[in-house]
Each structure stands twice: as structure tokens, then as C-alpha cells.
């Protein structure tokens, strides 16, 4: 894929997954005929980034950085606390579709770890109690 | 012109070489995996780096340009280290320590490796392989399956299907370690708009990709008393299995492929040739029928059944294009399976019909529900070499013999049915006598000859009639075909064939790491030519077992019983959201 072509894919596709939530197979179909690619190649640009996804998710998502520095801050203990919280491993959907927990690769805030994401708010500095509190809001 | 030097050796090329052609010309050999010269340049192995007086760093040999005064060293300690390291890398992904499994590897003769590891001079292996989990096999496909632990991530399948097929089934997905190559969602190939012409298995240096075997169904048949095993070999599998003996590229070797075939316990060996030339007789007649009456024209040809999938993705509006014609090799099956079996006094339960072609798409043409089971198995050249070697048959030092005569005598149109051009030419020389009554004088239409990615011809045949042909090869030809065919380029007759070269290069013969493309095409492509140069009988309609085929059994081309059992439909598949 050219570069110019690869610009306006990412571009395309945040607009796709920002209507649905994901990106339908349908839009994946219609983004390879329009940049005159295969429907192959738009997937495995789109499973480049993690944050773009091809199968539905829950209405919220929740990523928790394990990287080094949050991970040295404790984050498997903040993990562990949502895991509990929502009955879900990294990388499920709950059964009623309202969350998808994450454990995902830096995400630019080392100083203030752990940190927690839920949808485009970052929580920095979390506890495993405040990271459960939050979540209990989002019911 | 460039002048530089390579290993001290003098060499002057022109503007734009690379090191690696640079290297190639004075016959210094640079190890590289994921170079090919029939695609792209992609530098991701590394393994052809090299040092360049008067810069730090090592440079890619396949995508550095030569430069006038430059130095190289191809094979310096610090390369040679370097290029160990790398190897060693690549190795840590492929799944080889592990159960001696080079031994029982579908490579384990072509394994470019192997090749690399031998040429680096490798002579540790430190680290464990990195495949942590266990990486499924796809074997969703009647053509083709994926061993993705002996994939080595070098994108040499992706680019050829992209590139040289036009398709793109495969992608790499993911990042870093994780990075792997895929199909659409990861659905397998079996349910993506894959054409199983196995273009990837020729292309994959590694045993990552290889046909779906059934060389095990074929040993049950041929060990079972109860049945009558008959078998037919496709034109271009007689120029292409003496290499897996280690004979040159284009060596004629049918008559020992007979006798071999034989040795092997084949109660009949046929010739696919000669269904060929049946096929010419019913596609000619539908050719002329079609061009007289300005009946869908162009006429598209039906013989490649990863074309005939392709068109049925990307096509499906021009379906009623094809010829209605089945393939050389499922009229063979048709013809088997009631005019032999009938004469022979055989009950068709108990025969089984193997094919042995040049390809993988043919797996799947005869697993069509339209097929009706009439060809029981299929195996590769591959295969059918491998299973030779497993009994001890030499194939090149057999004596010659001759094919089984009822289905087993074929004119040299048949044999031209391997090279692109070639089913065209075929259909020409015959299409010429339906129409005028008399052969053409020039029967060589060499104008459709060659490697040529396009070819067209104006064949005058009457005074009102110039019949205009067009020829595609590679799949991505033909989608350029075809988007001229949209934009109104008139033609009577075209012929599509989904490998580059045509079936002489298809996805099941043999993979020839020692030479380039071009030179293994162009190769087995003369032997086929020289075959039919030296036959006497070089006209489809001249056969005259195919005369007797239709005196006694199927009346006249184009009759109502040739239509039942020769001819078929096809299936709009589409690209599914499109």
C-alpha cells in the first residue's frame, strides 16, 4: 500500500469505527474497493493497531497498561480487581455487551502509573479500589 | 554504464542494477529468502547484506543500487557473522528442531533453508524456536494447506498473489513477534475468494504451503484388489516430472512416465492429451456456433479452474462468457467413467480415475458438485514424483513406453494445452477446418506463442471473417483482460489461464530453486512446443480414436449426449460486502 493511501485508510477507518463501534465487514469490504486493495490487505492493516477492531465490542472498553512502569506500580493487582469486578479475562466482551476489558502496551503516561483507560478518559495513578468505583459508575 | 567492483572482482552494469544483479553477473552467489526475481523487491530477510567500502553500515544487496567506484564485499567476516545471526533469527521462528520433521517435510528436497543454511555456511543453532503456541494448520481448502509453524513471515506468498495473481487472499496481521500472515479474518483459504491456483505453494521457499495430498487415497486404490485404477496425465506433467529426477527443466520424458506409471500399478495409463483434443472438438464447435450467431462473444476458454474461480469472484457478470466446455480433465473423468468403462466391462463403482497434473486448482474442479465424482483423485507432479521415489523408480532410465491406446492417443494440439497460447492454438487449427472445410496452411500460430503477459491475433478465415483472438496468463492478466473486455476491445475468442506461463508453471510441478522463472518457463514451454513439432498428427480433429469416440458413442460435437457429459455451469461466487 502506498503511504498516501495507508494516511487516508486510517483516517476512513476511525470515521467507520467512530458510527459503529467497530469495523463491519461490509465497511472492510467497501475501504479495500475504494483504495483498489484486497479485503486482505485493509484487515491486516487494520489488526496493525490494536485499537482498531473488526468484531464488535461492548458499549465500554477498558484497557489497563502492563507495561513496565505501571506494571512496576502494580498493575497486575488493578487487573486482577477489574477481572473480579466484571467477570471477564483480558480480551473478553461481557455477555451483555457493556464492557470489553484490555490489557494493552503503553499508553504514554509512565510518570503517573498504573493507569487505566476506559473508552478516550485515562485514569492515572489508580488504585485497584478507585479503578472498581469507576467502573461502577458506568453501569 | 556503472563500473564497480564486487569481492575485487570488476563488473559494469547499468544504471539502476542493484548489488545483487551487480554480484550475479561476475557469479558471486548472495544468499537471499525473500528475494524473487518475479516480484517486487520486499528487503526483509536481511540475509543478503553486504559491506560497501566507506559505510558503517551493512546494506541489502536486492535494494541497494550499484554506484560508480563502489566496493563491495559480499563475504567479509563481519557479513558472514551478521548474516549467521539473521539466519538464526529466522530459523528461531520456523518450526525445524523439533522431530526430525525435515524428514518428512513437502520440501525436504527444495527447502530454500536448507539452500541459505548451506551457503552462509551455518554451523550453530543457539536459540529455541519462538512459536511459543502452537499455530493451527488451515486445511479449509480442497487445493491447498497452510502450515503456518514452518512460515518464516518472508511475504513471498502475499506478494505473489497480490502481484503476479492479482487476488491478495493473504495479509500479515499483527505486530512485532506476533506478526503473522493470514487470510481475510482469519477464515483459512478455503472460504476467502482464493482461486487454489497454488501460485503461493510455488513461491513459499519453506514447506509453510503445500498442496492437500492424496497420495495416501491413491495407495488404497492401487493396493485394492476389487478395483481398476486407471490414471491420465495432463500435457504439461510429461515436461516437468524428469526435474524432480534431477533432469533439466523441459526434458521430454513421456515415455518413461508411462512405464513409470505402470511400475507403480496403474491398470491403464491415458493421456489426458487426448480428452484435450476432445475438448478442442466441442469448444471449436461452440466457437464457431457462438461467433456465427454473435452469441456473448467473446467466447472466454473454460480449461483453468483457478481462472474459471476467479472469474466467478470478480466476474460473475460475464459468466455466460465461458465455454460451456468442462476441462481436459473432467471429460476425461465423463468419458471414463461411461465409454471405457462400458467397453471394458467394468462397473464404474469399481473404477477409479486419478489425474496427475501441474496443478492444485484441479483438487478442487473435481470436488465441484458439478463434476459428479468422475475424477476420483488428483495428485500433483509433486506427488506423483514422490510417490515414484517411494518405490524405487527411477523414471529417467526406464525404457519409453506407449500410452493405453483407447483414451491414450492424442494429436500435438493436446500437448500444446500446457503453454499459454496454447489451447488457443489448438482451438484455431481446428475451429479453421469446421469453418472452411480445410486445414489451415500455416498451423503454427505463433503469434499467441511466448511469455508475453497479453498476446493477440487476427487469424483470417473468409472473406467476412477475421477471427480476432486474445491471450492472458497469471491472474492478474487476466483481470487487465477483462477490464478491456469491459471498456468494449472487441474479441471472437480469448483464452485465460490463471498461471503465469500456463499449466507448464502451475501450482503442483515441481519447484525449481536453482533458476529463475523465466528460464524454468520458457524451458518446459519448448518441450511442449518440440513434442508437438514432432508429431505427425498435430490436429484435434484429425485423432481418430476421438473420430471413434464420437462414431460409436457421443455421435457429433455438440450433440445433445456430448452436452450432458462434456459440458458444465458455473457458480456467481462474488467477494462477499462487495
Sequence with gaps: ?139 | MINLTVDNKEVTVEPNSTILEAASKVNVNIPTLCFSDDLTVYGGCRLCVVEVEGSDRLRPACNTRAREGMEVKTHSPRVREVRKTLFELIIASHDISCELNCLICNRQNSCQLKDVAEDIGISRMCLTPGADEERESDHSSHSVVREPNKCINCARCIRKCEEIQGVGVFAQASRGPETKVTTFKDRGMGNVECTNCGQCVVSCPTGALHEVYHMDQVWESLYDEQKHVIVQTAPSVRVALAESFGEEPGTIATGQMVAALRRLGFDRVFDTNFTADLTIMEEATEVVNRVTNNDNLPVLTSCSPGWIKYIEHFYPDYLQHLSSAKSPQQMFGAVAKTYYAENAGIDPEDLVVVSIMPCTAKKFEASRPEMNDDVDYVLTTREAARMLKSVGVDVCNLEPEKYDEMLGVSSGAGDIFGASGGVMEAAVRTAYNMITGVNLQEIEVTPVRGLEGLKSAEIPVTDDLTLKVGVAHGLNNAGIMMEKIKAGEEFHFVEMMACPGGCISGGGQPINTERSWREVREKRIAGLYDIDENKELRLSHENPKIQKLYEEFLQEPGSSKAHKLLHTEYVTRGVPGT
Design chain 1, 1 to 139: 500500500m502506498q503511504k498516501e493511501d495507508t494516511d487516508i485508510l486510517l483516517e476512513m477507518a476511525h470515521d467507520i469505527q467512530d458510527t459503529y463501534g467497530y469495523i463491519p465487514e461490509k465497511e472492510i469490504a467497501e475501504l479495500a474497493e475504494k483504495l483498489s486493495e484486497s479485503r486482505a490487505t485493509i484487515y491486516g492493516a487494520l489488526e496493525f493497531y490494536s485499537m482498531f477492531y473488526t468484531e464488535p465490542t461492548g458499549k465500554y472498553i477498558i484497557r489497563i497498561c502492563d507495561s513496565i512502569s505501571c506494571y512496576m506500580n502494580n498493575s497486575n493487582e488493578v487487573l486482577e480487581a477489574v477481572q473480579d469486578y466484571l467477570k471477564l479475562e483480558a480480551g473478553e466482551t461481557s455477555d451483555d455487551k457493556l464492557f470489553t476489558l484490555e490489557v494493552v502496551e503503553c499508553l504514554g503516561h509512565c510518570g503517573e502509573g498504573p493507569v487505566m483507560m476506559v473508552d478516550d478518559r485515562l485514569h492515572t495513578q489508580i488504585s485497584p479500589g478507585r479503578a472498581v468505583e469507576i467502573l461502577s459508575k458506568l453501569h
